[in-house]
């Protein structure tokens, strides 16, 4: 939510990382900090995990109502990750914007550049990065989530989704997770101030 005294523009800070990097923590950690921070519910066409919970942590659809949403243009942003879609719905993001509020993103690097494409000026952008792919490996393992195969099909992904960081802003290396909070917060706070954002100076008679 806006803390200015007067109106802004709401902020997307999208956090992109290869799995095992933190993202989903950090994510986490941002939205406790701020309680007025707005997550972003994907749609996904995969089935519910144990515990989660439809138009909480995601909003779960058939193949067939994605794309319908898809052809529709309902969808900011979607893509394709292991076998199932994923997508941003368009109103709540541009709802949200309009009001003030900031958003949150745990996307991949293809959501950041379709979201950045589709709303340009509204798109503050984070790339996770691990220490070293040899940490990312042991975070994955230590999980005991993941087959072998599983984990060896998620390191060779990381490694091309680690190509694509020079597209972001920003580029954090998780080397002490409450360090990369930190910063993170620190790359949102700073994002709230860019002066396209700030749609309430004008109305204080500073020239804008």
């Known amino acids: 939510m806006s803390s200015a005294p007067y109106p802004r523009r709401g902020v997307c800070l999208v956090l992109a990382a290869p799995s095992g990097a933190g993202k989903s923590t950090i994510a986490r950690e941002l939205r406790a900090r701020e309680p007025g921070l707005v997550n972003s519910i994907s749609v996904t066409t995969r089935a519910p995990r144990p515990g989660e919970r439809d138009g909480v942590d995601y909003f779960f659809r058939s193949s067939e109502e994605f794309a319908r949403m898809v052809d529709a243009g309902e969808l900011l942003e979607w893509a394709q990750v292991f076998n199932h879609s994923y997508g941003t719905p368009r109103a709540p993001v541009v709802s949200a914007l309009a009001g003030g509020h900031d958003m949150i993103f745990d996307i991949d690097w293809q959501g950041h550049r379709l979201l950045r494409a589709a709303l340009p000026a509204d798109v ?4 996770i990065l691990p220490p070293s792919l040899a940490l990312l490996r042991q975070r994955l393992v230590a999980r005991g989530t993941d ?16 190509t694509h960081w020079p597209e972001f802003d920003n580029v954090l290396i998780n080397q002490d997770l409450a360090t990369t909070i930190d910063q993170a917060h620190a790359v949102l706070i700073a994002g709230r101030s860019a002066v396209s954002r700030q749609t309430g100076l004008a109305d204080l008679g500073f020239a804008f």
């Open 147 to 162: 087959s072998a195969e599983v984990i060896e099909a998620r390191m060779a992904r990381a490694q091309a989704e680690i």
């Open 124 to 127: 503050v952008g984070v790339f």
